[in-house]
Structure formats: C-alpha cells, structure tokens
Nanobody, 120 residues
Framework: EVQLVESGGGMVQAGGSVRLSCAAS????????MAWVRQAPGKGPEYISA????????YYKPSVGGRVTISRDNTKNTLVLLMNKLKPEDTALYYC?????????????WGQGTQVTVSS
C-alpha cells in the first residue's frame, strides 16, 4: 500500500525556516512526480510545489517560489521541502502528495500531514 509519512513540522517564529521531510513506501517512488500541498485553517488545499520523478523539473507556486525549495532523494525514497522567511500565513497542515497529473496539478495519495505553525 502507498504510504507517505511527513515529519519536521512544528512551531517556528516568523522569519525562521523549516525543513519538512516525507518518507515514501509502497510504490516505485523514482517513477512518480511528487508535490507538497498545504491547507490552512478554514481554507482549501493549496498546491505549492512539485518535483518531477528524477528531480530535473520543479514547480513553485509564484506566491511562495522565492522562499521554497523542493528536492528528493530517490535512493532513500525521500521528499524534502525547505521553507524560509516564514510568515504567519504559512501556518498550515503540510502534506506530501503523489502527483497524478503534472499539467493539471492533481494528486492521488497524500500523507497524514505535518503541522507548521508560524508565530509573530
């Protein structure tokens, strides 16, 4: 079965940084594009970043692109999201997700999420 397990979230002060990790199992990780999706309280899911199967292509939502770096290690089945210059509006539950359509920005599996809370 597909499993995606996020870690690294926590409480961070505004202006700080966080490193989120995702451990993937149950599928051929190097064959899939992967993404990070977040959901803030009372809001819908927000597709913020994606990386192609072999890491050669990345996507960043323009509003966060300057503060975010996505990467992966296909030898360890791991996906990483680095965020810096954090703002209170970055407070959300962050999900690791498997991409079903790069063009449509759709996903088929999510992890349980890791909470990032940014205090001012």
């Amino acid at each position: 079965e597909v499993q995606l397990v996020e870690s690294g979230g926590g409480m961070v002060q505004a202006g700080g940084s966080v490193r989120l990790s995702c451990a993937a199992s149950g599928f051929d990780f190097p064959e899939y594009d992967m993404a990070w999706v977040r959901q803030a309280p009372g809001k819908g899911p927000e597709y913020i970043s994606a990386i192609s199967a072999h890491g050669g292509t990345t996507y960043y939502k323009p509003s966060v692109g300057g503060r975010v770096t996505i990467s992966r290690d296909n030898t360890k089945n791991t996906l990483v999201l680095l965020m810096n210059k954090l703002k209170p509006e970055d407070t959300a539950l962050y999900y690791c997700a498997r991409v079903s359509s790069w063009r449509l920005k759709t996903t088929d599996y999510w992890g349980q999420g890791t909470q990032v809370t940014v205090s001012s």
